[in-house]
């Protein structure tokens, strides 16, 4: 053992353990100089379906892959075909995606009409829930809400939309795909306007989302975190809402009970304030046929997201379906980097929604001409 005068050791755990750290770092080094182009000719890994991952969806979507070009190494292989374009649309992750999105099962709006019927149990309404029943919860199986009279009185008398009611419609998502779009002309034009948890609409994004509102959601999430349950923060709530002016506020009431108490007081406050702005609950039965029609079509989520939800509504409602922010990648079509949301880059909450896997439903409709979806600068 080496020491100095003092007994203490020279050569202790702290300088074995730097003496370790070095030694690995220059064998993994020399391993990237002998192997690293065979790594790339022979194939990158696919990691799973992450986030990072999913971002270069370019190209065409009626990939195939050439029977010649198969290798053992499956989804591994570096190149599946012959073809003049970039790496990545060549990798292996592209290749699947654009795999995933051609095999999204076919969609049929009657069937859609059959199991879910938007306008008769979009919203809970006196006439599809009549007092004196026990209203289901949608994910507390085992509670329920007694429909007694005061509840009653918060539900509108019956649906205030009917089948194909307008003529265009559009249903705005709130991705940074929106920024520098210049679509707020566009989506203001449209006959009736959907958005998504109550996103900022001020002349300071006007431009490029728009200021028409005709129906906005609301996550009771938001109401508990920004607005402390409506405890205090009732008239800066209040205040917020004005910027969608006399659109209908819609929030999943009867989700668990936890969400009842925060939509109600929702209801209160639009009450106390005299305001012109109508209050819907989404009807849990509608919510949970809405999640076993989105099932067979292969999208199984802890919860589908509030844009899909509206968007399925749509199609009900509405001759033409028209997105706008609807995307789920950290790059746009053009390989350009962009933020989260059009007005921040905060990320969701990991494995609630499966966004990419909505969004794949949305391109497949799309190359159906079940809708249209936007993804770049309007005119």
């Not at 012959?82 to 051609?102: D, G, H, M, P, V």
């Not at 002016?245 to 009842?260: G, L």
Request: glycine share 6%; aromatic share 14%.
């Amino acid at each position: 053992m080496y020491s100095d005068p003092s007994g203490r050791d020279l050569l202790g755990n702290r300088t074995l353990f730097f003496i370790f750290i070095c030694s690995f770092a220059i064998v993994t080094l020399l391993q990237q100089i002998l192997y690293g182009k065979n790594y790339i000719k022979s194939g990158l890994h696919y990691k799973g379906e992450n986030t990072e991952e999913l971002d270069n969806v370019t190209g065409t979507y009626n990939f195939m892959i050439d029977e010649g070009q198969k290798t053992n190494s499956g989804l591994n292989s570096r190149y599946f075909e012959l073809r003049e374009a970039s790496f990545e649309y060549n990798s292996s992750t592209c290749w699947k995606l654009r795999n995933e999105i051609t095999e999204v099962k076919g969609l049929s709006i009657s069937h859609l009409t059959r199991c879910c019927n938007a306008p008769v149990f979009l919203f809970t309404t006196q006439k599809n829930t009549p007092k004196g029943i026990k209203l289901k919860y949608e994910v507390d199986s085992s509670g329920f809400l007694f429909i007694d009279a005061e509840v009653f009185q918060l539900f509108p008398k019956e649906m205030p939309f009917t089948r194909s009611q307008f003529k265009k419609c559009a249903v705005i998502g709130n991705g940074g795909i929106l920024k520098n779009s210049r679509c707020g002309n566009e989506i203001d034009s449209a006959d009736f306007v959907f958005r998504c948890n109550l996103p900022p609409i001020s002349e300071k994004y006007a431009t490029d989302v728009g200021l028409k509102t005709d129906i906005v959601t609301i996550n009771p999430s938001i109401v508990t975190e920004r607005f402390q349950k409506l405890e205090k923060w009732r008239r800066p709530f209040y205040e917020v809402l004005q910027a969608y002016e006399n659109a209908s506020v819609v929030m999943p009431a009867f989700y668990n009970t936890r969400n009842t108490d925060v939509s109600f007081r929702v209801k209160y406050v639009l009450d106390d304030f005299e305001s012109q702005q109508s209050m819907f609950y989404f009807h849990p039965r509608y919510i949970e046929n809405v999640s076993r029609f989105w099932m067979r079509q292969g999208l199984r989520a802890k919860r589908l997201s509030s844009g899909l939800m509206l968007v399925t509504a749509a199609m009900e409602l509405c001759e033409e379906v028209h997105l706008y922010g609807f995307w789920a990648f950290s790059m746009d079509p053009s390989g350009f980097y962009i933020t989260h949301h059009y007005y921040d880059n905060v990320k969701p909450r990991p494995g609630f929604h499966k966004m990419t896997t909505e969004i794949f439903n949305f391109l497949h409709m799309h190359s159906k001409g079940i809708l249209q979806v936007h993804t770049g600068t309007c005119s």
